[in-house]
């Protein structure tokens, strides 16, 4: 540990990436550019993620880290262990015990705070690139506010597949101004990330891209008048802690077809079940059945 | 008499030490089509490209409507290219989205200036499709499995979709068969006349300016050699290269 500075990144870096922060916040939705540094893990680990917790972590904070809204994923235990290391925060898996929450794809479902700061993994910052690659021209259409494109590419959707088939990194209006894709999170968490007490932060390393949405900032998904947005999950309701609001995975239990549906965010199962909810198998658990 | 729908003056575009295209002046009116010929390397695109605000002249004033093109912002000026204005590029791939339906290639500048009802967007891609003779079964299919002159035809209803009222063509016919040219054409004069359009069109072809234009510039070496009524300059051209060009000697 004394062979780095606290979370791993020199003072300097920190500097340049809370300034990056701050220009990301006070434009909310807007790509901030970054210098994005070398860290000692692989690009598609979140290493955008991974700098900005490195920025904002103090020695007080309490970190979590999920991936696909587990805890427990090669992913999300090394990162929380590199912190650990490096900047010897406390750690946890609770939700509600955490100060800054670090993801990938997904959005806790237990309600975040004003004390909480959730940053987010991206791989791709450029809602527009799905249709045009040059960077130029979408730097151009974000400056005139020129958003036709995204809905040329929900129209395809629906031309294709009769309905808005994106499912994940669904775009969204933010404040009436910039059009921001929300990182690989299923369209069901799109709706938190409105009117959200938390700070929320986006960083891609490998784009080396910043962006924020400061709490309370009213983020849109676009659609059509006569395709309406919706935060469609699977029709179930968890096989574990019953609950029939939450987002859920299908999980395959044996080679002989059988199959459950649990909550993909295992913290939140993992509490309704200890408060004595119960699901159509309660009593097994997402492990073992896995 | 109404006033010119563009005016420009004294407009000239530079590469360096050479010319693109220098001295250029002429009053486009209402509802009329001027052709723009000359051969290659004239200095053609150069000056619609100028027009259209695609390149910035070194010199010159340009003005629409009564507006200073060239002093207009930018916000300004891409607004203009997606409502009022349009422009028909030679290779249809660079006009055209190929990695998008047809539909949502006609649907597109719809969408860019606010439609958000799916169902309307169809029903009027549809009847685009229609208008330049693309089966209406084709509406889900990509640009890239159409033939060069049904991208051509694509092209240009995806650019008259939002009913501008100034349309700017660079060599619409070009690389085209002979045939389907004839039939593009045909097309073109039909939707010019019912919609009332104003046109610029640059070819280095006399048989579509022939067709098509009320007026013609020729251009040598970036300059404008001799303008006026197309038939005038077409059966008593003035100039000696005019006279070159019309005897054919020059046409490619
Ligand atoms: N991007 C460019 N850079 C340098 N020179 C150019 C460029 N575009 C055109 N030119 C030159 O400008 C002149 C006019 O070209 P162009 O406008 O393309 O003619 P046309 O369309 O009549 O064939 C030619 O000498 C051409 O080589
Ligand atoms: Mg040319
Ligand atoms: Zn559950």
């Not at chain 1, 262990?81 to 946890?92: I, L, N, S």
């Not at chain 1, 993994?121 to 130029?136: A, G, N, S, W």
Request: aromatic share 6%; with cysteine.
């Amino acid at each position: 540990m004394s062979d780095y500075n606290f979370a791993y990144l020199d003072e300097q870096t920190k500097r340049m990436i809370r300034r990056a922060i701050l220009k990301a916040l006070a434009i909310p939705g807007y790509q901030v550019p970054f210098a994005s540094r070398e860290m000692p893990m692989p690009y598609g680990w979140g290493t955008g993620g991974v700098q900005l917790t490195a920025a904002c972590l103090t020695p007080d904070d309490c970190l979590k880290v999920i991936d696909q809204g587990a805890d427990d994923t090669t992913n999300a235990v090394s990162i929380r262990k590199f912190f650990q290391r490096t900047a010897g925060v406390a750690v946890t898996q609770a939700t509600r015990e955490a100060t800054l929450i670090q993801t990938r794809h997904r959005i806790p479902e237990t309600p975040l705070t004003e004390d909480q700061v959730l940053v987010y993994q991206v791989p791709i910052p450029e809602p527009l690139r799905f249709l045009e690659p040059r960077e130029t021209e979408t730097r151009k259409m974000h400056e005139l506010e020129e958003y036709g494109l995204m809905h040329v590419k929900l129209y395809e959707d629906i031309a294709r597949h009769g309905q808005i088939a994106t499912s994940y990194a669904y775009p969204v209006k933010v404040e009436g101004r910039y059009v921001m894709d929300p990182s690989p999170i299923p369209k069901f968490d799109n709706p938190k990330l409105s009117d959200c007490p938390a700070i929320q932060l986006f960083g891609a390393g490998r784009e080396q891209r910043i962006y924020a949405l400061p709490p309370y900032t009213q983020v849109v998904s676009l659609d059509f008048d006569d395709y309406p947005f919706e935060a469609s999950k699977p029709d179930h309701d968890c096989d574990l802690c019953g609950a029939s609001d939450s987002y859920l995975d299908e999980v395959i239990t044996d080679d002989r077809g059988g199959r459950m549906f649990v909550c993909s965010d295992t913290d939140f199962c993992a509490g309704r079940v200890r408060a004595g909810h119960a699901g159509r198998l309660a009593g097994r658990n997402k492990g073992a059945a896995a | 008499m109404s006033a010119p729908i563009l005016s420009v003056r004294g407009l000239e575009r530079r590469y360096g030490a050479r010319i693109g295209c220098t001295g250029i002046g002429f009053d486009l009116w209402p509802g009329e089509v001027l052709g723009i010929v000359g051969e290659s390397g004239s200095g053609k695109s150069t000056l619609l490209s100028c027009l259209a605000g695609h390149q910035r002249p070194e010199a010159g004033r340009v003005t629409y409507d009564g507006r200073d093109v060239l002093a207009m912002a930018e916000t300004e000026r891409r607004r203009l290219a997606r409502t009022e204005w349009a422009y028909v590029h030679q290779h249809a791939r660079d006009g055209l989205r190929m990695g998008v339906s047809a539909g949502a290639n006609v649907g597109e500048r719809l969408m860019a200036t606010g439609a958000r009802h799916y169902g309307r967007l169809r029903a009027q891609a549809i009847d685009w499709l229609d208008r330049v003779e693309i089966d209406q079964t084709r509406i889900d299919d990509r640009p890239t499995a159409f033939s060069g002159g049904m991208q051509q035809r694509l092209q240009i209803a995806r650019n008259l979709v939002t009913g501008p009222r100034l349309v700017f063509m660079d060599e619409p016919t070009g690389g085209l068969d002979v045939s389907v040219q004839a039939r593009l054409l045909d097309l073109l004069r039909g939707l010019v006349r019912d919609m009332g359009l104003s046109v610029i069109i640059v070819t280095h072809d006399l048989a579509v300016v022939r067709l098509l234009a009320d007026r013609l510039m020729v251009m040598k070496s970036g300059r404008v050699v001799e303008q006026g009524l197309t038939d005038q300059v077409l059966d008593d051209p003035q100039h000696a290269y005019t006279q070159l060009l019309v005897s054919s000697v020059l046409q490619v």
